[in-house]
């Protein structure tokens, strides 16, 4: 009995660090907004980058004939076409996936892009369009990893992230390489934009929705990006455009402030990772770590609290209790709790746990994950407030609550823990309702848009193509 209330006091304990009442959600709106000033106002300074990605149009429909795209980023890369009517359709890309021969991620530039032309190639010839016809085609190519972007088209390659580490091409500007060998490989194509995957969110949210200002992706990391103003890019004086905006790209990822409600268990895996004192905002909200946190907070209570029997060395495993198995850990609905017993006994080697502690694990499961969806939906309460859409007014002044117009406004939205996991999006519509009020939370929309980072890609092509 003593020792149940030990648990329970740990338990508590983590419900206390993890709290996010609205006041506190608030403040992590406030500070959202302030440094995506500062990250604007200076280079270096804010831990949010506010890159400037040169989009300065988002696909309206209206765009018209076959656009490619690349998507390259993770192991797999993709090649997509889409064909475009005119009038904002269903899409319905031609994709195709193509692994990447490790060999090829960490040898020399020109074989990794050869490689990209001729799968590109080999589409395009498979899809019945002529390879060299007289007619030039237009690529987006989303290029996953850390670019200094130059102008819309072309960027230089600050450093290779995930499994990739190819020496030649860091600090060598990436579109121009592609184009090299697009152009050995004879196609007759352009490469009319670089972006990465939030970017191409936002140009399909906003394809399917004109009110979409914002992209947020929740997946194995997190990132976001928004439409901006260009008179408030002020580390960017004189910057012009015709449509006067421009897409700033967050990496969000980064965002961190004394606001967040953080733990122990965050400072240790903080502590041991590859990267600490990076990505904060990221490592309490997206998919690579959330399971990580819940491994965390089980093998503490089994170390010093025996609620788990003998201590299993698999809890001990970095990343050994993937989200996942955590979210269904959490959405078990059965009343024994068997699909809970299954992952500890199958993922964590815990076997004969009691139904109560089976319970205090969906507890804990249910802390980390609340925590995580309440803090992305005040980042983009923060986004919404930057821009003057969360009703606060800002900019009218004078007038009272009550009297302000909010306009519609919508978010696109990406990334399988929005998706796939019922309770985080929930929980993060709830907190939307909370932070924002009523009132105006009826005015902000979030939609789902699916392959943003390819489909996107081509249809930014199209809107920034040299005869549009
Ligand atoms: P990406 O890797 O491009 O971000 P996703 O958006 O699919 O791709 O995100 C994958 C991440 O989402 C994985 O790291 C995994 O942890 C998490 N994930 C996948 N499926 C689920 C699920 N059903 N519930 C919770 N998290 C999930």
């Known amino acids: 009995r003593k020792k ?20 506190r959600l608030r403040q992590v709106v406030d500070a959202m907004a302030v440094e995506m000033h500062a990250g604007l106002a200076s280079e ?48 319905d890309p031609d994709v195709e996936h193509q692994p990447i021969p490790e060999q090829l991620m960490t040898g020399r530039s020109e074989d990794l892009f050869d490689f990209i032309a001729s799968s590109l190639h080999r589409f395009v010839e498979n899809g019945n369009d002529s390879v060299q016809s007289s007619i030039m085609k237009e690529l987006g190519f989303t290029f996953s990893f850390p670019v200094k972007q ?20 860091v600090g060598k500007e990436v579109a121009g390489a592609l184009q090299q060998a697009l152009d050995r490989k004879g196609l007759n194509m352009r490469v009319a934009v670089l972006v990465n995957d939030t970017v191409g969110t936002l140009a399909l949210g906003h394809y399917h929705d004109a009110d979409t200002v914002a992209a947020v992706i929740i997946g194995t990391g997190t990132n976001a990006c928004y439409w901006e103003r260009t008179d408030a890019i002020i580390k960017c004086q004189g910057l012009l455009t015709t449509s006067g905006g421009m897409v700033v790209n967050m990496e969000w990822g980064n965002f961190w402030s004394s606001h967040l409600p953080r733990t122990s268990y965050d400072i240790d895996l903080d502590a ?15 998919g690579m770590y959330l399971g990580d946190i819940v491994r965390r907070v089980i093998l503490r209570m089994s170390e010093e609290l025996d609620v788990f029997g003998p201590v299993s060395s698999r809890l001990y495993v970095p990343f050994a209790l993937r989200t996942p198995a955590m979210a269904a850990m959490h959405e ?137």
């Open 4 to 23: 149940w209330k030990r648990v329970v006091g740990v338990l508590k304990e983590l419900e206390e660090s993890c709290e996010t009442t609205v006041g």
């Open 272 to 286: 041991e990772s590859p990267n600490p004192n990076d990505q904060g905002f990221e490592k309490m909200i997206s």
């Open 150 to 169: 130059t102008s819309v088209s072309s960027g230089v390659l600050i450093k290779w992230t995930k499994a990739f580490a190819i020496k030649d091409m």
């Open 44 to 91: 270096g300074g804010s831990k949010l980058k506010m890159l400037l990605t040169f989009v300065d149009n988002l696909p309206s429909g209206s765009e018209k004939g076959i656009f490619y795209a690349l998507d390259l980023g993770g192991t797999n890369f993709r090649v997509l076409r889409v064909e475009l009517g005119g009038q904002r359709s269903e899409l």
């Open 332 to 468: 078990d609905d059965s009343p024994e709790l068997t699909e809970v017993a299954k992952i500890l006994q199958d993922v964590l080697d815990i076997s004969d746990v009691p139904l109560k502690v089976r319970k205090l694990v969906v507890k804990i499961c249910d802390v980390v994950t609340r925590r995580a969806a309440r803090l992305a939906a005040a980042g983009i309460v923060g986004i919404l407030k930057k821009i003057g859409r969360d009703g606060s007014g800002g900019i009218t002044g004078g007038r009272s609550r009550s009297d302000i117009k909010m306009r519609r406004t919508a978010v696109a939205v990406e990334g399988s823990l929005y998706t796939q996991y019922t309770m985080f999006r929930e929980y993060l519509h709830e907190a939307l309702h909370e932070i924002l009020g009523e009132d105006i939370a009826r005015h902000v929309v979030i939609n789902v848009t699916e392959d943003g980072s390819g489909t996107g890609a081509a249809l930014l092509a199209a809107s920034h193509s040299s005869s549009g």
